[in-house]
């Protein structure tokens, strides 16, 4: 499995970002995928992930600003973040994991900054 992560960047607090992964390979369901961030110093932690039957999860400090959204059909995931705060400051990585071959990968990150 490759996961293709796009998006990211620099903004202001309060501004929005939309992050999104491809993942291509053998996307054997059922499977989740989502966002995890690592900030420096700190431990990754996850941010939101989607199962392909469409539940999602949200850390405790994002819910109500972030979404996260699927398409099976084009095995993409996105990361819609709106009001967005220093603290989200991190590398986003992209994640896809199946519980059926307990197979587990990561895309290349992407840095999110945010400025106050």
């Known amino acids: 499995v490759q996961l293709q992560a796009s998006g990211g960047g620099l903004v202001q607090a309060g501004e929005s970002l939309t992050l999104s992964c491809a993942a291509s390979g053998s996307l054997f369901r059922p499977n989740v995928m989502g966002w995890y961030r690592q900030a420096p110093g700190k431990q990754r932690e996850l941010v939101a992930d989607i199962s392909s039957s469409g539940l999602t999860n949200y850390r405790d400090s994002v819910k109500g600003r972030f979404t996260v959204s699927r398409d099976n059909a084009k095995n993409t995931v996105s990361l819609q973040m709106n009001s967005l705060e220093s603290e989200d400051t991190a590398v986003y990585s992209c994640?896809?994991?199946?519980?059926?071959?307990?197979?587990?990968?990561w895309g290349r990150g992407t840095q999110v900054t945010v400025s106050s």
């Open positions: 994640n896809f994991r199946s519980p059926i071959t307990r197979s587990n990968y």
